[in-house]
């Protein structure tokens, strides 16, 4: 079973590249973001209290978000893997993840960074915002937070997977394909 965190900061193409290896690997997606969306659009009290946050631009709580990918993953056992978007953001969820897969049988295969400049980040986080209907995603001043946020408190996540050695580290600038085969590459070297 392949089990993948897909990581990266807002706007480096974690979305766009986890639908690619969803389709060639067969794995079940598992969104924090998609989870935190479906949960607000459905107004659920978890839902309500993660708008507050994502307004402000903050991480909601590892709690709400833990209970939510161990519900999620309750519900689709029977798979290849799963690729984890957007989660863990937080050391303490990288060990609360550990804790659901081994509970499963089935540990994190590698952790695959996507690499962007801040600047190309910002570029990406507005245009996506003419789209997207997301306000945290046309606000300057929110996706400097997001991305500070980032850098203060899920960064240090990596070093929980390097320690690991289930670290590796992907240049997210360029052609969608070009990133994809550098993905391919490491994804074909881990354990299954």
Do not use: C, W
Request: charged letters at 25%.
């Amino acid at each position: 079973m392949l089990n993948l965190v897909l990581f990266g900061p807002p706007g480096a193409g974690k979305g766009t590249q986890s639908d690619k290896v969803i389709e060639k690997y067969h794995l079940t997606h598992l969104s924090t973001g998609d989870l935190l969306r479906k949960h607000i659009s459905e107004g659920t009290a978890l839902g309500k209290l993660a708008q507050k946050y994502t307004d402000e631009g903050n991480l909601v709580p590892d709690q709400v978000v833990i209970d939510m990918v161990d519900q999620k993953m309750q519900d689709t056992l029977d798979t290849n893997g799963f690729i984890f978007d957007g989660f863990p953001r937080t050391v303490k969820q990288a060990e609360a993840l550990d804790e659901l897969m081994n509970k499963n049988n089935s540990p994190i295969s590698g952790m695959v960074s996507l690499e962007v400049p801040d600047q190309e980040l910002k570029n990406r986080i507005l245009e996506r915002g003419k789209t997207s209907g997301r306000a945290d995603d046309q606000d300057i001043a929110k996706i400097e937070n997001r991305i500070q946020v980032y850098k203060d408190e899920t960064l240090p996540v990596v070093n929980y997977y390097q320690n690991q050695q289930k670290y590796f580290n992907i240049h997210g600038v360029g052609g969608i394909d070009d990133i994809f085969n550098k993905i391919i590459e490491v994804l074909d070297r881990l354990p299954t």
